[in-house]
């Protein structure tokens, strides 16, 4: 198994995302990037911690690589947007890569260049790619945020469509339980 640490927004966005697919057996929600220890979510949302909403993936590289988690990375939220994702604004929701080993820098580097020249961006890609120091998994309710609330407002209209394009663009990296 290896692991992998993005942050591209509102967690519950990328975990729902994330656990969708082949491959990976585990995703946490949580906080990575900052400087406190143990924050928590009303403390990371102030801003004043310096860390992301990120998600740690595990994931077994023989089902599914690490190139095409960055890759679903990269399409499924907006990289080219300083500190927000849609309505969610503040440092907490920046894109960002942290990477656990030299081979995992490179591949972010190459798969960031290869989304920035296939043009399907018009702005530059401003994602992080900084060393993994450290991460904490955000408090439980976070935790399998978009199953135990769908009927939510911003499960409905944010993270629904981003699991439709997952499905349209990706359906084939989809756990078959997940493609109803």
């Not at 990477?99 to 890609?125: C, F, M, P, W």
Request: glycine fraction near 8%.
């Amino acid at each position: 198994m290896d692991r992998a640490t993005l942050a591209g927004g509102c967690f519950w966005c990328t975990e729902a995302i994330f656990k969708r697919l082949k491959g990976v057996s585990e995703v946490v929600s949580g906080y990575a990037g900052g400087v406190k220890d143990n924050p928590s979510y009303e403390q990371v949302s102030t801003g004043s911690t310096g860390h992301a909403e990120a998600i740690d993936i595990e994931f077994d590289p023989k089902i599914i690589s690490y190139e095409k988690l960055l890759e679903i990375f990269f399409t499924l939220h907006d990289p080219t947007t300083l500190n927000r994702q849609g309505a969610d604004e503040g440092t907490q929701y920046r894109s960002a890569i942290f990477y656990h080993n030299e081979s995992q820098k490179e591949t972010a580097l190459t798969v960031r260049d290869k989304i920035a020249d296939s043009g399907i961006y018009t702005d530059a890609i401003i994602t992080e790619i900084v060393p993994f120091e450290s991460f904490y998994a955000a408090e439980e309710y976070h935790q399998n945020y978009y199953e135990n609330n769908r009927s939510q407002g911003y499960c409905s209209v944010v993270i629904g469509p981003k699991i439709a394009k997952l499905l349209k663009e990706y359906g084939k990296e989809v756990k078959e339980e997940y493609k109803d």
